[in-house]
């Protein structure tokens, strides 16, 4: 097998950045160790910036998300009940937010390449890089049971926190920053109406709670629970009644609860891998770094990483800027870190770290300020709705 560009890794990342490349005639073959069934069946982000927006509308995978997303103008913040909202019209220069389910947006992208003919190998099997710093890297996998060697020019590492990709760099060429917090969050899906019309993340003395949403009659709710608690030690009943002990009594007393139609416990990490290009191989998305949920921050982060490469390689391709590729990593990284901060600073601020009575006190003073100032307002609301990508030129 042949192409220009192998991508190893049928999630966001990997996806959009093969339906990018396609649009310009620029061939990839796509490597994804799992079947398109089990891709689809991870609920992960909910939250889509502007960016993501556009660039699924450039990768003709748009259409249904511009038909059945919905728009967000603003997002709460809770403080020890006090409810706040952060208007991004007013301090994001009119930027907004869409609450569209990363699910959706994988089944587009993997519709649109389908319909379009993109190659896509689902189950490929020990999937193995070679030659990255040579002009000819080479990728092997196994496809039921036959041992395949795909030939390309370079190789785009979407394949995720525990992906290959991370595993063939070289031992020592690597830096990795990190921090894991000290606590989860247990996240449910309830066929009910969403809390309020827009999110809200709330800081309470009990912890953490956010209150999401995916459809009228689809919500998301986590509350922050110690690492060690397991799905069973939270019925249904346990859940509502801690949620509505950490949200502003007036949306506790209307809210809607139901039935879980999905519940699960994720841990918080914060992590950047630098550099994000090694020979012919290039991260992106969680293959390269990781954020706290609490800022949205994740999946928009991987399509920021998309944008840039997809823009280098294009120029690589078509004007033969090989200059572009010692940048990829620079330009990038610029923005992972502008988002790392943001995603750490909601974490910080948001959660109950310990029962220090002056720590929560520091948290409420900053919260304050931050709500209640322009500058305050402009810093979240600019970081909420997603900093510009770096230009690429
Ligand atoms: P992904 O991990 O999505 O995709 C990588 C793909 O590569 C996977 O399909 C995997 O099967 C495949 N792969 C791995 N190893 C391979 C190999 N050796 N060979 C071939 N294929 C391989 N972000 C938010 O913004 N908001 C959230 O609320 C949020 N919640 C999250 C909850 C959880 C439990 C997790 C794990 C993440 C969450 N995230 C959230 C972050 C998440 O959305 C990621 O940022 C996003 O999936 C990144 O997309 P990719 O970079 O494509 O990586
Ligand atoms: C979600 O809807 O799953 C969601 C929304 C915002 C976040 C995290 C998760 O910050």
Redesign the pocket.
């Known amino acids: 097998m042949k192409t220009q560009v192998a991508i190893i890794g049928a999630g966001p990342s990997g996806l959009l950045l093969g339906q990018l490349l396609h649009h310009q005639g620029i061939d990839a073959v796509i490597l994804e160790r799992r079947s398109a069934d089990y891709v689809l069946s991870r609920?992960?982000?909910?939250?889509l910036e502007q960016g993501t927006m556009e660039l699924m509308r450039e990768a003709k995978a748009g259409e249904r998300m511009d038909a059945e997303g919905h728009i967000h103008e603003g997002v709460s913040f809770s403080i020890n009940g006090l409810q706040r909202r952060i208007d991004f019209k007013k301090y994001a220069k009119g930027k907004t937010v869409m609450?569209y389910?990363q699910t959706e947006v994988t089944h587009d992208l993997m519709s649109a390449r389908a319909k379009e003919g993109g190659v896509t190998v689902y189950e490929a099997e020990n999937v193995q890089l070679h030659d990255i710093y040579t002009d000819k890297p080479r990728v092997t996998f196994t496809k039921d049971g036959k041992t395949v060697e795909l030939e390309c020019e370079y190789i785009a590492g979407c394949d995720g926190s525990h992906g290959v990709s991370r595993q063939s760099v070289p031992k020592g060429a690597m830096t990795t920053y990190e921090r894991t917090y000290p606590f989860g969050w247990l996240?449910i899906m309830s066929r009910t109406p969403p809390a309020d019309h827009e999110?809200i993340?709330a800081n309470h003395a009990r912890g953490f709670a956010?209150c999401?949403?995916?459809t009228p009659m689809l919500s998301?709710f986590?509350v922050q629970v110690p690492l060690e608690d397991k799905i069973e030690d939270w019925p249904d009943a346990r859940f509502w009644d801690e949620l509505k002990a950490r949200i502003p009594q007036h949306t506790a007393e209307k809210l809607v609860t139901g039935p879980s139609i999905e519940k699960s416990i994720a841990p918080l990490h914060s992590s950047v891998s630098e550099p994000m290009r090694y020979g012919r191989l290039f991260l992106a998305g969680d293959a390269a770094h990781i954020v706290p949920?609490?800022?949205?921050k994740g999946l928009n982060l991987a399509t920021g990483d998309v944008s840039i490469l997809f823009r280098v390689l294009l120029k690589v391709f078509k004007e033969n800027r090989t200059d572009l590729l010692d940048k990829y990593s620079e330009l990038a990284l610029h923005r992972v870190w502008k988002a790392e901060r943001f995603s750490w600073w909601?974490t910080s601020m948001l959660h109950k770290f310990s029962d220090d009575p002056f720590a929560h006190r520091i948290q409420l003073a900053e919260l304050d300020y931050y709500t209640t100032s322009e500058a305050g307002l402009t810093n979240i609301a600019e970081n909420y709705v997603g900093l510009p990508y770096e230009n690429v030129e």
Do not use: D, F, W
């Open positions: 609920i992960r982000a909910g939250v609450v389910g996240g999110l993340y956010l999401s949403q995916r998301r986590y949920p609490t800022g949205a909601m």
